[in-house]
């Protein structure tokens, strides 16, 4: 390690959340962090990564929303488990250029993200790259006696919900494409992009509570997420197209024909929820939990495939066209460099 390497892990060391307490027994500056489980819990961990051209936009992008939006995305994954929050981990690779400003404000968004989820950082690598790469470990625990919130144990007969807005970060996305994310009247139309809220208190409620079949977040739309919790517990789904939360486009963008069925469908990025609820637990559900709606969308049922009912009352298969890193573009270039090229402005 480089004297201007420790230097960069200083800096993310002093702004973010990272001294010694709770799971933490001894922090960064050894060659490895100790953690200890409280009693009576188990460890959940999953991994994420977080890269240019690929995940976002680096000059389209404020540093502030990639260090937020990084570690809000990973942490989503320990809310679709039910978990809590404790440790994470961080791999930077980031270019020369982007080690003075940028990096700072990066820290700042995602200092802010981890005291908001009451994560601790417990250690981290840096390097020098092309282009920023990240890679975020998140450690979450469970007690015991509490249930997880798995994919597979959805059953026929189960209701199937989502919280909060669909599409709503795809509209976002689409404006910043478009080259229409720097009119002020539509900032509040990219905050769901920039700075998604993992279900955190929901799913640790539907854990606790046991009101959940199966559940996973919301990372790459509906359609193909609905499908792999389906795959996951061998059953069938039938969904409704006029009862999804859709976004609501503002007439100011209908010169933009976007269709938000469409959005709410196949969009990515909005990380609420979408769970199975038996039918015996359905009234006990809240309608609401704190601000965020919870939607019943459709049923569980037997045999393989999600169908959707469309408005005019007709059933047909539902396509999985949410995001998929491994769908070729035409230049064979990541998706959002391949549709940035589109952007009217720059
Ligand atoms: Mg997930």
Redesign the pocket.
Known sequence: MTIAEDNLIERIRRKVPSAPGDSLLLAIGDDAAVLRAKTNRDWVI?CDQFIEDVHFLANRYPAEVVGYKSLARAT??IA?MGASPEIFLLSLAIPQERTGKWLNEMIGGMARAARKFGLRLAGGDTSRTEKIAMSITVMGTVGHGDELLRRDGAGPGDAIFVSGVLGGAELGLRLILRGEDNHKKFRRLLVPQFYPRPALELGQRLARKRFASAA?????GVSI?LQRLCKASGVGARIYAERLPLVAVPPELRRLQFDALELGLHGGEDYGLLFTVPRRMISRLPQRFRAVGLTRIGEIVGGRGVKIVGTDGRESGLKAKGWDHFRLHPEGIPRLAYEARWVRRN
Request: glycine share 0%; hydrophobic share 30%.
């Open positions: 999953t989503s994954d679709a996973m977040d919301i990372s790459d997420d």
